[in-house]
């Protein structure tokens, strides 16, 4: 019997912690205006010392988990997409169960940078409509703060830390709301936007740390234009193959990393601004946690209405980068 998948609840937490653009005008030469002007950032949410990336991860879970009415004994699934694990292993999704008390579900860490959410949500459907399988929680968390060189202006203006997190749940196929989706990669642009350092290409050492090839490093030139082209081709791949059209997205919900990116693909769908969601003037780029903080946004403030088409589009490291077309 075939199966399909309903959104049953969404959550998201941010730290209390705020950084402005005027609180880095005092650690590195940058500006309110150049930040502002370059990429619509006015602010991002830090995550305190001891607070793991599990650690926001749990606290949006468990927002999401009580929009569902799901206790945490009742998940089957629990996928974490990040770039910022709690460890090398094991995988932050353990970390997150042992948090929340998901006794009975399976445990696992996905990486696909900014994309991971959409890899994460085509995953967990597929798991779910198995049958095998009837509730996933799938969370996009990130303490990028701890990945950063807050030396480096063109990079540390532009990250933020935060969680979103979804709940799936096994319906009727009549029910169902994923629509379609495409995603992709290209390996050849991997040096583009990585991390250098800590892996078993390059293991940590005094010598690496020394040459900060710990953090964070991106080349933003490189990244504008394949971040336009590949979401909007996406977009509309996606859109061609549910053979629904432009007019009928009530919103789509762009990868939220630089305001300039975000308008550029609005303007190439042809979709009017206002039905582009844009809230990275206050998270600025919270890597796979940006569209599911955007979708508890729009669901606390009732901005979509059941049966509503919801577009949502990304592009991040390696290079990955898709668009998955839901039903609300």
């Not at 912690?17 to 609180?23: A, E, F, R, V, Y």
């Not at 762009?254 to 042809?270: D, E, F, M």
């Amino acid at each position: 019997m075939l199966n399909g998948i309903e959104i049953a609840g969404i959550g998201a937490y941010t730290p209390e912690k705020i950084l402005t653009n005027h609180d880095l005008e005092k650690m590195v030469d940058t500006s309110d205006e150049w930040i502002t002007s370059r990429t619509g950032i006015k602010e991002r949410h830090i995550a305190a010392e001891d607070q793991p990336t599990s650690a926001l991860a749990a606290l949006a879970a468990e927002k999401a988990l009580n929009s569902a009415n799901i206790s945490p004994e009742k998940l089957d699934i629990i996928i974490v997409a990040t770039i910022t694990p709690d460890e090398p292993f094991p995988n932050t999704a353990c970390h997150v169960q042992r948090r929340i008390g998901a006794e009975n579900a399976f445990c696992f860490e996905l990486e696909a940078a900014c994309s991971g959410f959409l890899y994460m949500f085509e995953v967990a459907s597929a798991l779910i409509k198995t049958g095998n399988y009837n509730n996933a929680l799938i969370i996009g968390a990130e303490k990028m703060s701890a990945i950063m060189n807050w030396k480096d202006r063109d990079t540390c203006v532009l990250f933020g830390d935060g969680a979103g997190a979804v709940v799936l749940k096994k319906t009727s196929l009549e029910k169902d709301c994923f629509i379609a989706s495409s995603l992709r990669s290209d390996g050849q642009y991997t040096h583009l936007l990585h991390t250098p350092g800590g892996g078993s290409l390059i293991p940590t050492s005094h010598e690496t740390v020394d040459q900060q090839l710990q953090y964070l490093t991106m080349s933003g030139k490189g990244i504008f234009k394949l971040a336009v082209n590949e979401m909007t081709s996406s977009c509309k791949k996606v859109l061609e193959k549910a053979e629904i059209t432009i007019d009928q997205v009530k919103w789509l919900i762009p990868h939220q990393a630089n305001v300039r990116i975000i308008k550029s693909v609005g303007r190439s769908l042809k979709i009017p601004t206002e039905r582009v969601y844009i809230n990275v003037d206050k998270y600025g780029n919270t890597s796979s946690a940006t569209i599911p903080i955007c979708m508890d946004e729009i669901k606390q403030n009732n901005l979509a209405n059941t049966g509503d088409y919801i577009l949502m589009t990304a592009f991040g490291g390696g290079l990955t980068f898709g668009a998955t077309l839901i039903k609300w």
